[in-house]
């Protein structure tokens, strides 16, 4: 049984950072792909940090310097850093675990840039934690 547990969410100033936390078992880390979605009120859920099954980890152009993941093996835990925040960030925060995710990218007029996974990709999921930056 794959468990994910979020936690960490707020209501932060604009310019405010945090870092949220996502609980996950063993063998979720070491054979999935692991992902943060966040869903903001009437928008679909999309991809805003990635790490991969061989230590690939990306990020969107969206939130590219403010935003990154990183995790520790020893507690089996993910993390989302997340620095310079803004009114539009404000969303439900999402942990979610999947197979392998390889890397993918879109180019357009020569400059390539990430393109994260479909939410329908992944079979795991943690309940979300809220973050709110009030504007």
């Known amino acids: 049984q794959v468990q994910l547990v979020e936690s960490g969410g707020d209501s932060v100033q604009a310019g405010g950072s945090l870092r949220l936390s996502c609980q996950a078992s063993?063998?979720?880390?070491?054979?999935?792909?692991l992902v943060w979605f966040r869903q903001a009120p009437g928008k679909e859920r999309e991809g805003i940090a990635l790490?991969?099954?061989?230590?690939?980890?990306t990020v969107p152009d969206s939130v590219k310097g403010r935003f990154s993941i990183s995790k520790d093996n020893a507690n089996n835990t993910l993390y989302l850093q997340m620095n310079g925040l803004k009114p539009e960030d404000t969303a439900m925060y999402y942990c979610?675990?999947?197979?392998?995710?390889?890397?993918?990218?879109?180019?357009?007029?020569?400059?390539?840039?990430?393109?994260?996974?479909?939410?329908?990709?992944?079979?795991?999921w943690g309940h979300g934690t809220q973050v709110t930056v009030p504007s």
């Open positions: 979610a675990a999947g197979p392998p995710c390889g890397k993918k990218t879109h180019c357009s007029g020569g400059r390539c840039s990430p393109v994260l996974p479909d939410p329908s990709r992944f079979a795991y």
């Open positions: 063993r063998d979720t880390f070491r054979d999935y792909c």
């Open positions: 790490f991969d099954t061989d230590g690939y980890t």
